[in-house]
């Protein structure tokens, strides 16, 4: 009688169950409707975007200031060419020009990364990551000339006590420390800069030489591989119906041709890092681009079966392009073989580069009678050897440094330390030792073998997964998304079309207050937030460091698309379920958000839904509840949409306001989401 009676019950659950996929199924097509015309806000975004950089081109060019569009290959060649004429090479009017081209080079950046495809051609491409080259080699060009200079002119910067010269000249993108050994001196040997506690101590050899130390600390990289910056959240393509029937046929006749398409995987900018010296035309960044590390795995081939994620409408589609070459494959499993070699999918550097470097004295001046003379050499700013060439297989001491690290940077853990190695293009533990990391003091002591650059690393995952997210409006197109990472609580405020970083909590104290009450682009957001050590922007291959169940991007992307359009009168927050739901689905908690107090949720508040893309419900359990169940929630139906599915129980102001939401607000919130990915990394 009992399993009767349970046979009598599952036969009346399945009915129930088919009868709600049967409505479902009636109205999905008027849902779909009806949820396009919400989502040609996504298009209205893109076309104001679009409108803004053609004005802000035309309102640069109407201003006649003197400045360079950097996209204008005659005006930037221009500007390149009279700097490099220009002889006058006092470090403070570098620094002033420096700020320019650091302007100019993060332009194009800007562009390379936020151009839809069809805005910006190969050609131009190419052209904006060589002008990008250039312009690094110069501003480095520009410092060695400086530096040469200050050398010449060393009676104007002598420390009284040691009779040898010494200066500190900073701004906020470059501090320069110069210390030259006139006095050849061995009880001299080491020196501390006290403005910046950056120090070092010579070897005797050194001591007693014709030599200058430079530790040049640009708080951008300029150095690493230009590669690196290739990382970008995928970007919304409108394609008309017919070309997606088409592009659908291509890819399922011609599998190879899915090889080179797209990854699923929505990705991120990376901060602002650049390339150096001797360092990779633009043309291997090209080619390097579109790599990505993971494609070995073959778990992630059997995944790329969806490689366009179309949204429920007639034309807005996702497309996510990626194109890699097997002599790139193998080349980057080669790299990662050496143990020196840092991973830079693994690490990300913090705090800037570190140049130190130990250079020949030129001639110095001498006072004779009313003429100061000096023995001109064209040399230019010449590299002392260290350790010498002829004893290169004997043992020679090594050189210690000190470096205070900036206070605008958080490190959570020992940085790892690496110098730049030109030939192999890389970065590398090897030849550092006698590492001491004073948390407190906030400096690191270290020997090296010879001069290097050099450069502090951290995991770049180190605060995922999340512990915790949350997303509510605060206003009418205002929202604040709260990310509760490992050691950090981050809250971005959004408004209209920028976002704010509002407070960085770390121990319970408020860090990274020189970043914070700042309305910026989420472009920006994530540069800053990465700069300065706190990274909540996963990375196409980040899943291979972070232990978290991945979501199909069907189900991902599409909750995101949703959850903006309607974040304007719901809020969503983190559900410890979604890991038990698998990989095809994602679960959270909504709730109806439509007075803006700042009243913390109780959990009667809160309901769980659960997505895959194409079928939204709401779930009978809580988050208090044993054991994680699809059952629904007792007079509840599915629906094809997330946002019909809130519609079934909201209030006609929560709608109201979703359909008065602004365009720019909408988009904003989805690049948050995306980049962060919430779903996927908590």
């Not at 009598?8 to 088919?18: G, L």
């Not at 008027?30 to 081109?57: G, I, M, N, P, V």
């Not at 070459?325 to 999918?345: G, M, R």
Request: charged share 25%; net charge negative; proline share 4%.
């Amino acid at each position: 009688q009992e399993e009767a009676a349970r046979l009598e019950k599952e036969r009346i659950e399945q009915e129930q169950m088919e009868k709600l996929a049967a409505k479902d199924q009636e109205r999905r097509e008027s849902e779909l409707a009806e949820l396009h015309s919400l989502e040609k806000k996504f298009l209205s975004a893109q076309q104001w975007k679009t409108d803004y950089r053609a004005h802000a081109k035309w309102e640069h060019y109407l201003s006649c200031d003197g400045s360079p569009d950097p996209t204008v290959l005659q005006e930037i060649n221009t500007f390149m060419s009279l700097w490099r004429e220009d002889q006058n090479e006092d470090i403070q009017l570098v620094m002033e020009k420096g700020e320019q081209v650091l302007n100019l080079i993060e332009k194009l950046q800007f562009i390379l990364l936020d151009a839809p495809p069809n805005e910006i051609t190969e050609k131009e491409t190419v052209q904006y990551q060589e002008s990008i080259l250039e312009l690094q080699n110069l501003l480095h060009q520009k410092y060695n000339g400086a530096t040469e200079h200050l050398l010449k002119t060393t009676n104007m910067y002598e420390d009284s006590d040691t009779g040898n010269m010494q200066a500190v000249i900073k701004d906020k993108n470059v501090t320069f420390c110069i210390w030259a050994n006139l006095k050849k001196k061995a009880r001299f040997k080491n020196h501390m800069f006290c403005d910046t506690r950056h120090g070092f101590d010579l070897p005797k050899s050194l001591a007693a030489s014709s030599v200058a130390v430079r530790i040049l600390h640009t708080h951008y990289d300029h150095v690493s591989p230009l590669w690196l910056q290739c990382q970008s959240v995928p970007k919304l393509e409108v394609l008309d119906s017919k070309e997606l029937t088409q592009y659908s046929k291509d890819n399922v006749e011609e599998p190879e041709e899915e090889e080179k398409k797209a990854r699923e995987e929505p990705s991120m900018h990376a901060e602002e890092e650049t390339c150096s010296d001797g360092r990779k035309s633009a043309v291997s960044f090209q080619e390097k681009s579109n790599s990505i590390a993971d494609i070995n795995e073959t778990e992630e081939e059997t995944e790329k079966k969806s490689e366009i994620l179309d949204l429920p409408s007639q034309g807005i589609w996702l497309v996510f392009m990626c194109s890699i070459t097997k002599e790139e494959t193998n080349e980057k499993e080669e790299a990662i073989t050496d143990e020196n070699i840092v991973d830079l999918q693994q690490f990300v550097l913090v705090g800037g580069v570190y140049h130190i470097d130990v250079l020949q004295l030129p001639p110095q001046v001498k006072q004779i009678k009313d003429w100061s003379m000096v023995e001109i050499l064209d040399v230019g700013l010449e590299a002392y050897p260290y350790p010498p060439e002829e004893t290169e297989d004997a043992p020679h001491p090594p050189i210690q440094i000190t470096l205070r690290l900036s206070d605008n940077v958080m490190y959570f853990e020992d940085p790892v330390i690496a110098r730049w190695d030109p030939a192999g293009q890389q970065w590398r533990t090897d030849g550092i030792s006698n590492i001491t990391y004073e948390t407190q003091e906030k400096s690191i002591t270290f020997e090296m073998g010879a001069f290097y650059t050099i450069a502090l690393l951290q995991d770049a995952h180190l605060n995922m997964p999340y512990q915790a997210w949350e997303l509510r409006p605060t206003g009418m197109d205002e929202a604040l998304l709260t990310v509760t990472a490992v050691f950090a609580t981050i809250q971005i405020q959004i408004k209209g079309n920028q976002c704010m970083l509002s407070s960085v909590v770390v121990e319970e104290k408020d860090v990274l207050s020189h970043v914070t009450g700042k309305w910026i682009s989420p472009f920006n957001l994530r540069a800053v937030l990465k700069k300065a050590g706190v990274n909540i922007f996963p990375a196409e291959y980040s899943h291979k460091y972070v232990a978290v169940s991945k979501k199909a991007p069907l189900a991902e992307v599409r909750a995101y698309q949703q959850m903006a359009l309607v974040v304007s009168a719901f809020a969503f927050a983190s559900s410890k379920w979604n890991l038990e739901a698998g990989q095809e689905q994602v679960v959270f908690k909504v709730s109806e958000h439509v007075k803006t107090d700042s009243v913390r949720r109780s959990h009667k508040d809160w309901s769980l839904y659960m997505f895959n893309g194409q079928k939204a419900q709401k779930l009978k359990i809580t988050e208090t509840s044993e054991a994680f169940s699809e059952e629904l929630e007792e007079n509840s139906e599915f629906h094809s949409t997330l946002y019909h599915m809130l519609k079934d129980s909201a209030s006609k102001e929560a709608i109201d306001k979703v359909e008065t939401a602004s365009f720019l607000f909408i988009d904003v919130v989805y690049q948050l989401l995306l980049a962060t990915r919430v779903l996927t990394y908590s």
